[in-house]
């Protein structure tokens, strides 16, 4: 083999290549390839699903974390005032007795009064 036939970069293959003989390989190359190029396609749509997902999943955590961050406001017209006066408002503590109605109860558990 001579110098000019041979490509720096690879020295074992020739340059000029039958034309015929080529598409034969780029053939058997391409059916080899097929089914896991199909694959790479499936995989990818299924990354793509995913990446919806995981989208949806961080904007609905950013949007929990900012109402626990937020300062309390009413979900909805005269909401916060139903809580109020029910007390059971979730961000106070448990409303005492005041001691001396306490102190009662406790003498009449006792049998004091």
Do not use: K
């Amino acid at each position: 083999m001579h110098d000019r036939d041979v490509q720096p970069d690879s020295p074992a293959t020739p340059v000029s290549v039958d034309p015929v003989r080529r598409a034969e390989q780029l053939t058997v190359v391409q059916e080899i390839l097929a089914p896991f190029i199909a694959e790479l396609g499936s995989v990818r749509e299924e990354l793509g699903r995913e990446r919806i997902l995981r989208e949806q999943a961080e904007r609905e955590r950013d949007d929990l974390r900012q109402r626990l961050e937020a300062p309390h406001a009413p979900e909805r017209p005269g909401d916060d005032e139903s809580r109020v006066t029910s007390g059971n408002t979730s961000h106070s503590a448990p409303q005492r007795e005041p001691e001396a109605s306490w102190r009662v109860r406790l003498r009449r558990w006792l049998g004091w009064e």
